[in-house]
């Protein structure tokens, strides 16, 4: 088993990430678009005997001028066949040659749930952070059993706004429409008190990407000549994510989220995206983004957490 640094490649990254539907932080696009913000990024890919076993992208920062920490969010993307031995073997060895100057932090947080996460893979290290919550749908369902997944009410409030005669949602990979619903985004943001990735990593990352359809979709509904809400998802390979949302009064009174998220659905499926992660749910700070997520037929899976 051996590790390299500065010899990815899109071309082995991209479709090894596509094949085991990795997390959109560790898509080679999301790299690119950090580091073309000026974010340090490092990538490791492992091998056995010139098999390909898995891939780890870190975001790099310095503290207090001489720390480095570099967090691996989601990932490392592993093949199947890899042991938890195996993977304590690649975990040490990661933290000795990270590429970084001395006093360097390393940060794992793996796309497992504590269920699927073998203790000793991670031997030798110690949590430090509770793990995140996610709601995943699975696009590889019929429509119809999408649609019976959903919670009653939820579909009734879709049944009833995909009924209105005056509504028309659209879904489509435009720039124009990436461009006007990141403004609002940035409105909401400054209105709310609340940050995220910059506004500007979203153009990186559909600059970073072979096309637009294969990068994202922007679903808005317009009542009239008004648009009255929006959401943006990010494609990753197989799988989607869901990045950010928007209404107005109108909206929000018509539940035009519900018909937004329906036809995202359907067209990402189209696509051949088999999976959509609908990010965050915290019913204790965030009730009603997490019922409306739940509502949707929405798959709970709580990861295991950031370890040091």
């Not at 051996?2 to 090894?16: G, L, T, Y």
């Not at 720390?67 to 304590?88: E, I, K, L, Y």
């Not at 793996?110 to 996460?117: G, K, M, S, Y």
């Not at 999408?146 to 879709?158: A, E, F, H, T």
Request: with cysteine; aromatic share 10%; proline share 5%.
């Amino acid at each position: 088993m051996n590790i390299e640094w500065k010899f990815a490649s899109p071309d082995i990254w991209a479709p090894f990430h596509r094949e085991h539907r990795g997390a959109l932080q560790q898509s080679w696009a999301y790299g690119e678009a950090l580091m073309s913000l000026g974010i340090r990024v490092e990538r490791a890919v492992f091998w056995d005997e010139g098999r390909l076993m898995g891939v780890a992208q870190f975001m790099c920062r310095r503290f207090l001028g001489y720390v480095s920490m570099a967090s691996c969010t989601r990932g490392p993307v592993w093949h199947p066949d890899v042991t938890p031995a195996q993977r304590a073997q690649i975990y040490q060895l990661l933290k000795r040659s990270l590429p970084l100057p001395p006093f360097r932090v390393m940060l794992v947080s793996p796309d497992e749930t504590v269920a699927q996460l073998a203790p000793e893979a991670l031997k030798g290290f110690s949590r430090v952070m509770t793990g995140y919550a996610t709601a995943y749908l699975d696009l590889s369902l019929p429509l119809e059993v999408l649609k019976s997944n959903m919670d009653g009410k939820w579909r009734n409030r879709l049944n009833k706004v995909l009924t209105h005669d005056k509504l028309q949602v659209h879904a489509v990979p435009s720039l124009k429409r990436s461009t006007w619903l990141l403004g609002k985004e940035a409105d909401q943001r400054e209105a709310r008190q609340f940050h995220g990735l910059p506004t500007d990593f979203v153009p990186a990352y559909i600059e970073q990407c072979a096309s637009p359809q294969q990068a994202f979709v922007v679903v808005y509904a317009e009542l009239g000549k008004e648009t009255v809400a929006g959401m943006l998802f990010l494609i990753h390979g197989q799988v989607a994510s869901y990045h950010m949302g928007w209404a107005n009064d109108e909206g929000r009174a018509l539940n035009a989220h519900n018909a937004l998220l329906w036809k995202a659905m359907a067209y990402l499926k189209a696509q051949g995206v088999s999976r959509l992660d609908l990010g965050g749910v915290n019913t204790h700070d965030l009730p009603g983004i997490s019922r409306f997520k739940l509502g949707a037929g929405g798959h709970v899976v709580t990861l295991a957490g950031t370890f040091f």
